[in-house]
């Protein structure tokens, strides 16, 4: 064998070592894990912010988000009232404080998909199988406000959250990262740090058939759902001039006058958003301390046009029963936003109409001005009301 020949193997030898090795790195390269943007965070202050928007926000980041779970201490205020309309569970908040109400089913009303109805499972083979579900919010095929979030409740209590968050993916053709917070075991919320923009299209992939989200209990649930932004309403309430500027995709359409809460039971401040929309529904003082018989007591059946706000029972909606001098001049409600109305609706061209026929689940309503804290974070809708960093940091 000549010179020449063994440095022609050896160098044959050399390109096909090197060749292996690139393979080889090319394939560990492709196989370890990309960085995320979540983030496992934990002990939630919620701390409300007082500005009217949403702050302190980074740039849009890619548009598929395996969101970030924060553990706060609050706890899930919604319950389900259920109803059966297309072979699909609707329910949606039960109606606290003081108005009990008969809701329709809306696009701010969660939705409940149990195993059989949209929804896969394995059978049951004892305690070690125990099943949970999560009512959502909005449903699949709505058209919203751009201050919907992503609601999911939980009929159990969650304690593997991070896996639960894990497997719950949004995309928005908007481009918006995507976050989820915890309040409590039971409720995850997610929103993007600004209000969606309107016109956007996002879909909700929601795989939690088969994990496990606390010992012994697993998942049901394998859908995805569709939902898109309409137009940006934003009504600003200051509760001192006592009146609403009500803009769309930035547009001023209307000034309205309005009463809000009385000095001893002052309208919460911060970001409010439209959970659902009652044409008329009871408003009973009784659940709250308010009992009719006494002195700032009530008991209303028909109160027209009205949009809750909160869980706790704050609402936007028509008021007949009060003079018309009140509106634009005096506050004299126990916390909620009054518009002038007819008794019955009858009147379709009344400030509480027009703003109830204008308006959507996932409309937003800025309160101003007022003595009393900002709203809650995981009181009904409003997930606006804390900042950013605290969403995404604590």
Not at 164 to 175: A, F, Y
Not at 373 to 384: I, K
Request: hydrophobic fraction near 30%; include cysteine; charged fraction near 15%.
């Amino acid at each position: 064998m000549t010179h020449h020949t063994t440095y022609l193997i050896a160098a044959v030898a050399l390109c096909g070592l090197l060749v292996v090795n690139l393979a080889v790195y090319e394939t560990l390269q492709g196989t370890r894990p990309r960085r995320s943007h979540r983030t496992a965070l934990t002990n939630e202050t919620s701390r409300p912010s007082q500005t009217a928007a949403p702050q302190d926000c980074p740039a849009p980041a890619g548009a598929t988000i395996r969101s970030a779970a924060v553990l706060s201490p609050g706890d899930a205020r919604i319950q389900a009232r259920t109803a059966v309309q297309d072979s699909t569970l609707l329910s949606g908040p039960a109606v606290r404080g003081p108005w009990p109400g008969t809701p329709q089913p809306d696009p701010g009303r969660t939705t409940v998909l149990t195993a059989g109805v949209r929804s896969s499972s394995s059978p049951d083979t004892g305690i070690n199988s125990r099943r949970t579900t999560a009512a959502y919010t909005p449903h699949d095929g709505a058209t919203v406000g751009v201050g919907m979030p992503v609601s999911l409740v939980f009929d159990q209590p969650v304690k593997y959250r991070d896996a639960v968050r894990s497997h719950v993916t949004i995309h928005s053709s908007s481009g918006q990262e995507v976050v989820g917070h915890w309040f409590g075991d039971r409720r995850l919320v997610f929103r993007p740090c600004r209000y969606w923009r309107h016109h956007s299209d996002i879909t909700v992939d929601i795989d939690l058939d088969g994990v496990e989200t606390a010992p012994g209990i697993r998942g049901t649930q394998k859908l995805t759902v569709h939902f898109t932004t309409g137009h940006a309403q934003i009504s600003t309430v200051d509760t001192r001039t006592h009146h609403m500027t009500v803009t769309r995709d930035g547009t001023h359409l209307r000034t309205l006058p309005v009463t809000t809460g009385a000095p001893q039971h002052p309208t919460y401040n911060g970001i409010l958003v439209v959970s659902e929309k009652l044409p008329t529904t009871r408003m009973n003082g009784a659940t709250v301390g308010f009992p009719h018989d006494r002195t700032g007591g009530y008991d209303i059946p028909d109160v027209p046009h009205a949009l809750r706000l909160t869980d706790t029972g704050t609402f936007i909606h028509g008021n007949y029963w009060s003079p018309r001098t009140v509106f634009g001049t005096t506050n004299i409600t126990h916390g909620c936003i009054g518009l002038e109305d007819t008794r019955h609706a009858h009147d379709p061209h009344a400030p509480a109409a027009w703003f109830y026929n204008n308006s959507r689940p996932g409309d937003i309503v800025v309160v101003t001005h007022s003595s009393a804290p900002a709203v809650h974070p995981d009181n009904g809708l409003n997930a606006w009301n804390m900042d950013w960093n605290t969403w995404t940091h604590t």
